[in-house]
T-cell receptor, first 112, second 114 residues
């Protein structure tokens, strides 16, 4: 059964820092991995989608990498801003179920 | 283009009451999903649908029912509400399944069962 873990559960950093969020999964047979952002009381917004054949995807200050063989992904946020404060969720789509399996999220706070 | 809309935003139910959570998407997506998110946890799939008239169970379907009579709508029914169903419920849709699909989420319904 696919399990997705995110570390750390919470992170508080000063504005301007570069930071890394980690996601690990137990079954490497995946279609893709997706990073989402969730603001308090809001739905999820897709940030980056990495196909299983890709190593990384970039969007602005965000860079996500995927190492399928080791079951790991990282989300790198450059020059963090207070507006980046949110919960970040990763999710994998497994071959055997074709469903999204979510991690428990990393709650990020960036203070001025 | 509103995307995925959900009503109501908040609801308090008494044990044993029933209610329907509404979900509508205007993107003509075939795939629709219902998730629940408990505090400090990730999302768990309740039910999903690959098209009008077709539904299937997800990871945590007990205590819920769904129907999909149109492409746009995917209501979630709670028949006998229990405290364990206190959660935030998210509806999502996608145009495809599999490798290239991206799911679009609604804003959620926060449900409390007392």
């Amino acid at each position: 059964k696919q399990e997705v873990t995110q570390i750390p559960a919470a992170l508080s950093v000063p504005e301007g820092e570069n930071l890394v969020l980690n996601c690990s999964f137990t079954d490497s047979a995946i279609y893709n991995l997706q990073w989402f952002r969730q603001d308090p009381g809001k739905g999820l917004t897709s940030l980056l989608l990495i196909q299983s054949s890709q190593r990384e995807q970039t969007s602005g200050r965000l860079n996500a990498s995927l190492d399928k063989s080791s079951g790991r992904s990282t989300l790198y946020i450059a020059a963090s801003q207070p507006g980046d404060s949110a919960t970040y969720l990763c999710a994998v789509r497994s071959y055997n179920t074709d469903k999204l399996i979510f991690g428990t999220g990393t709650r990020l706070q960036v203070f001025p | 283009n509103a995307g995925v809309t959900q009503t109501p935003k908040f609801r308090i139910l008494k044990i044993g009451q029933s209610m329907t959570l509404q979900c509508t998407q205007d993107m003509n997506h075939n795939y629709m999903y219902w998730y629940r998110q408990d505090p400090g946890m990730g999302l768990k799939l309740i039910y999903y649908s690959v098209g009008a008239g077709i539904t299937d169970k997800g990871e945590v379907p007990n205590g819920y029912n769904v129907s999909r009579s149109t492409t746009e709508d995917f209501p979630l029914r709670l028949e006998l509400a229990a405290p364990s169903q206190t959660s935030v419920y998210f509806c999502a849709s996608s145009d495809l399944g599999g490798a290239r699909s991206t799911q679009y989420f609604g804003p959620g319904t926060r449900l409390t069962v007392l």
